[in-house]
């Protein structure tokens, strides 16, 4: 044996894993940044923790958020928040200085990449109110637009029926605003219990067009948060007795829309669970309890 | 008795020689070639030894070969040399496998055990694969479990990583890859794996093309999106056998070499039909054109390089890549209008005029190389 050359290698594996675990430990020392306790609404738990097919045994929890603006009835779709503005945008690390009159703008805005920022995400806050009662003035609008015959009454119910559910089972987590630096947003939302701060990725569009009642709006540039990094959430062994039962053995990896199919039949969620996340933003679960409408 | 000494003292020298298996192995190709070519010559009566020259020439050639292939298994005969190539596939797919089977072995026993027996497994599984390279090493003087073995440990160190960011919920970043780009590069060096030496240098070409996009601002992921990332880290690549020397690693140079400018033309290439890919603030046409010309003069540069220092492999990717360039900017500027038949018939052409060039420059380096 050239011990050698085996002790190089088996140390370089035995300090990367070190260092990693180093860094776990890190994450999770001292006091956490976040502690809250979410639901099933929020945080679904599926089969699977990316890997292939129904093979896999793992379960995770996959962290879900809604976006100010962002309704899942496509007429009312817009393109992200009105607080995530140009000057927001600049903020975050982009150049905005090209006029946005320019012949050029459109081609050089819609260039633009992805960026890795904090995004601070509300539960049942105000901006969850907001949200919802937006999705009922929807409802009210497009019901005055089956009066004017502009829209069937088929679409509306459709409507009303997606907004009973919602009500009762789309997550209350909303995101309220992003940055570059976490100690900053944590001072301005400082209730670890109401306020997650965990990187997301954002990006930037470049909007001009018509509205849908055919007026003009001028260009216009308008940031969405497209996901947050760390959406899925390892559940460790001790927690699969309790929550392997509302998988229904369905996978993330197979159908993505399958596994939340409990969202899509209006029931009240089945379990909460508390989450911390530490030093470096990232989450575990520290507890899973069972409500009422499990049994 | 002094006989035996020399003998033996002939086999230390050679063994020195042969410091690695590649240098024993050129070594006997030499002979071969050279063996024809005096048998050539002897035909050709131009050159005749003695019977007592010829014997004792065969003989050393003989003791050399049955030496390299004790100490080194080499090929010493064509029909070895095809083997070997065969093993060498077999090899690599047997590790694909392999590699494959601890993947979905890990997701199948997942949700079955506790963290801390999920963490040993995956700090284990590396560490065992290593030290059956050492082992397999000790067993075998050709490479080709070692390698296995060598692509299996890779695996295991990538998932390793992987799952690791699964369990604890780690953000994605791409520093993993100058991990794995590491390991890969440490065993290739180790074990003198050249498949693992390529796996090494994707990694660290995810990696240097990753951060030159974080230095932009931009999440990491996306370095894809702005292929101007990877020429920098491919003239890094390139140009890493002429800052450190491999005298004990012949063939890794070639495959640096080869890998980096492939990666450049590769880039330059999309970047010359996607302009609004690039990071420059220009109108995408005149990026294109811009991107063109540098395919064109890089391509032709590369066959340039590969002729002047004798690396034919960088003649020969110069020359597909010149080619490509051509091809597709013909495909621009008239698949659209021109008859199909026109337009092959004129690729045809193209093909005979390039032929034509090829050859007359060949002839000329013919002529400086006979002056």
């Known amino acids: 044996m050239n011990w050698r050359r085996l002790g190089v290698s088996v140390g370089f594996l035995v300090l990367t894993n070190a260092v990693v675990l180093a860094g776990v430990a890190y994450n999770r020392s001292g006091e956490p940044d976040v502690e809250i306790t979410l639901t099933e609404r929020e945080v679904p738990v599926s089969l699977g923790t990316g890997g292939p097919n129904d093979e896999d045994t793992g379960l995770a929890l996959h962290l879900r958020w809604q976006s100010p603006n962002m309704r899942w009835h496509s007429f009312q779709h817009e393109s992200g928040p009105a607080w995530f503005d140009q000057a927001k945008l600049e903020a975050v690390g982009y150049d905005c200085s090209l006029p946005l009159s320019d012949l050029d703008a459109a081609l050089y805005y819609n260039r633009q990449l ?20 937006a999705w009922g003035e929807d409802l009210l609008s497009a019901s005055a637009k089956v009066a004017a015959g502009q829209l069937s009454q088929q679409n509306v119910d459709k409507h009303r029926e997606g907004y009973e559910r919602v009500s009762i089972t789309a997550a209350r987590l909303v995101a309220i ?104 933003h990232e989450p575990w679960i520290t507890a899973v309890r069972l409500l009422p409408a499990a049994s | 008795m002094d006989e035996s000494i020399a003998q033996t003292s002939t086999k230390r020298a050679e063994s020195r020689e042969a410091r690695d298996r590649t240098v024993a192995q ?52 064509a029909g070895q040399k095809q083997l070997s190539l065969g093993l060498r596939i077999v090899s690599f797919l047997g590790a694909l496998a392999f590699a494959a089977s601890v993947l979905f072995f890990f997701y199948r026993i997942w949700g079955l055990i506790s963290t801390p027996v999920q963490l040993v497994i995956l700090i284990g599984a590396p560490l065992v694969a290593v030290v059956g390279m050492e082992w397999t090493k000790r067993q075998e003087q050709s490479p080709y479990f070692t390698s296995l073995i060598g692509l299996v440990a ?117 970047l010359s039909h ?94 400086d190389a006979l002056a």
Request: aromatic share 16%; with cysteine; proline share 4%.
């Open chain 2, 26 to 77: 050129h070594r006997v190709d030499r002979i071969h070639a050279f063996q024809a070519e005096l048998a050539q010559l002897q035909g050709e009566g131009l050159l005749a030894l003695s019977v007592e020259q010829h014997q004792r020439l065969t003989d050393h050639h003989t003791q050399l070969m049955r030496t390299f292939e004790e100490q080194f298994d080499v090929d010493t005969t």
């Open chain 1, 177 to 280: 605003d992003v940055g570059k630096d976490a100690v900053q947003l944590r001072q301005q939302y400082p209730e670890p219990h109401r306020f997650i701060i965990t990187r997301a990725q954002v990006r930037l569009a470049f909007k001009e067009g018509k509205t849908e009642s055919g007026e003009d709006y001028p260009p216009h540039l308008r940031g969405s948060v497209t996901h947050v990094l760390t959406e899925e959430i390892h559940v460790p062994y001790e927690w699969h007795s309790v929550l392997t039962r509302f998988t229904e053995g369905r996978s993330s990896y197979k159908n993505f829309q399958n596994s939340f199919a409990w969202q899509g039949d209006p029931k009240e969620p089945r379990y909460e669970i508390t989450l911390r996340y530490g030093k470096r």
């Open chain 1, 114 to 133: 992805p960026r890795e920022v904090y995004v601070v995400l509300e539960y049942e806050g105000q901006a969850w109110a907001d949200w919802l009662k």
């Open chain 2, 154 to 270: 890779f695996a295991a160190c990538v998932i390793n990583l992987n799952l690791f960011g699964s369990i604890f919920n780690i953000t994605p970043s791409h520093n993993a890859f100058l991990v794995w780009g590491a390991f890969a590069l440490l065993l290739a060096y180790s074990y003198d794996l050249k498949l693992l030496l390529v796996a090494g240098m994707i990694c660290v070409l995810t990696y240097l093309s990753a951060t030159m996009g974080t230095w932009r601002g931009l999440y990491w992921l996306s370095f894809g999106e702005r292929p101007e990332n990877f020429i920098p880290a491919g003239f890094m690549l390139f140009f890493i056998p002429a800052v450190i020397p491999h005298q004990h690693y012949r063939d890794f140079p070639r495959y640096y070499r080869l890998f980096g400018m492939l990666t450049v033309l590769l880039a330059v290439l999309i």
């Open chain 2, 274 to 367: 996607w302009g609004e890919g690039s990071y420059l603030r220009i109108a995408a046409h005149h990026i294109e054109t811009g991107y063109q010309l540098l395919g064109f003069v890089l391509a032709g540069l590369s066959m340039w390089i590969g002729i002047r220092w004798g690396w034919p492999a960088l003649t020969h990717l110069g020359s597909t890549f010149f080619v490509i360039d051509l091809y597709t900017k013909f495909y621009d500027w008239w698949w659209e209008w021109m008859p199909k038949y026109l337009f092959f018939l004129t690729l045809g052409l193209m093909a005979i005029l390039l032929m034509v060039i090829f050859k007359r420059l060949r002839a000329q380096l013919t002529k």
